[in-house]
């Protein structure tokens, strides 16, 4: 791959941030492939719930990408939850927020750029349904171009940009099946459209992305999952308005643990990428926290 093809990779791979990144500008995405696992289609009670995401990922390939290719990045994700009492179409209506903070690091073919901030802010509404053992979400939320983002140049090639630079509107639909057995089947879907980079006159693909995982209660508080996400990029990038044929895609797959009791819970997982194209490929873990207030 020429070195203006990485320049371009370099100044967008700055999404790297709750997920992964060359289809879609620089490979990267706005979607926290992996963030969510076990009863992820279940909402809770009515009440203010903090989720505290932290997320490493780490990447030494870029798949269909530069030759030369290391990215670490290290984020905390505070999600602000409040779930109402008001009822639409008989589900229960829920808003969130959520504000990334970002250490990114980044080596490609010998240059190398680190930033440190605010990513983009994250706003979303959704409904939640139960009926017995089965739990349903919908959801619509938006990624808005609030992160630092930096236009690459020929004197400066590698941007660690913490933004994207460029806004995403994401329906999303979630279900869970959780029986007294201890069975947990849970599953996360969305699909994402995303406007141009002003910048760049990149447009990213739209793409559909998913979390998946299937656990099990080992004791009252503790559950064990086999848990992971896939990607999959539908249309094609564009740059100036013609096509540029790059699409992405990923799969995942790992252990996940979680520890619920009373007001509070804890999961872990460790995720490691497999059948990646035009994007990095590495390994990622997860540590998610819920606190109800």
């Known amino acids: 791959m020429n070195n203006k093809i990485a320049a371009i990779i370099c100044g967008v791979i700055s999404a790297l941030y709750l997920p992964s990144a060359f289809a879609t500008e620089n490979g990267s995405d706005s979607f926290a492939l992996g963030a969510e696992g076990m009863m992820a289609g279940a909402l809770p009670p009515a009440g203010v719930y903090?989720?505290?995401?932290?997320?490493?990922?780490?990447?030494?390939?870029f798949q269909n990408g530069p030759d030369q290719f290391h990215v670490d990045v290290n984020a905390v994700v505070p999600r602000l939850v409040w779930m109402t009492d008001q009822k639409i179409m008989d589900g229960?209506?829920?808003?969130?927020?959520?504000?990334p903070l970002v250490d990114l690091r980044l080596k490609v073919n010998g240059m190398a750029d680190s930033n440190q901030g605010l990513g983009d802010l994250i706003l979303g509404?959704?409904?939640?349904?139960?009926?017995?053992?089965?739990?349903?979400?919908?959801?619509?939320?938006?990624?808005?171009?609030?992160?630092?983002?930096?236009?690459?140049?020929?004197?400066?090639?590698?941007e660690a940009n913490l933004g994207k630079n460029y806004h995403t509107i994401r329906p999303i639909i979630a279900y869970s099946y959780a029986n007294a057995a201890g069975l947990d089947l849970s599953t996360k879907l969305s699909y994402s459209w995303n406007t141009r980079n002003d910048a760049t006159?990149?447009?990213?693909g739209q793409y559909?992305?998913?979390?998946?995982?299937?656990?099990?209660?080992?004791?009252?508080?503790?559950?064990?999952?086999?848990?992971?996400?896939?990607?999959?990029?539908?249309?094609?990038?564009?740059?100036?308005?013609?096509?540029?044929?790059?699409?992405?895609?990923a799969f995942a797959i790992g252990p996940g643990i979680q520890y619920a009791d009373k007001n509070w819970s804890i999961e872990a997982k460790f995720l490691k990428e497999t059948e990646v194209e035009y994007r990095p490929e590495g390994h990622t873990s997860w540590l998610k926290l819920i606190w109800a207030f």
């Open 50 to 61: 903090l989720l505290s995401y932290y997320q490493n990922y780490h990447a030494s390939e």
């Open 92 to 99: 229960q209506l829920g808003l969130y927020a959520a504000q």
């Open 125 to 158: 509404g959704m409904l939640g349904w139960h009926q017995g053992n089965h739990h349903w979400i919908a959801a619509l939320e938006t990624v808005l171009a609030t992160g630092e983002y930096d236009t690459p140049s020929t004197t400066h090639p590698v």
């Open 201 to 204: 006159d990149y447009q990213s």
């Open 208 to 249: 559909i992305a998913g979390d998946y995982s299937l656990g099990y209660r080992i004791s009252p508080k503790l559950k064990v999952a086999v848990e992971g996400y896939a990607f999959k990029q539908t249309t094609d990038d564009k740059v100036n308005g013609s096509n540029i044929g790059f699409k992405g895609q």
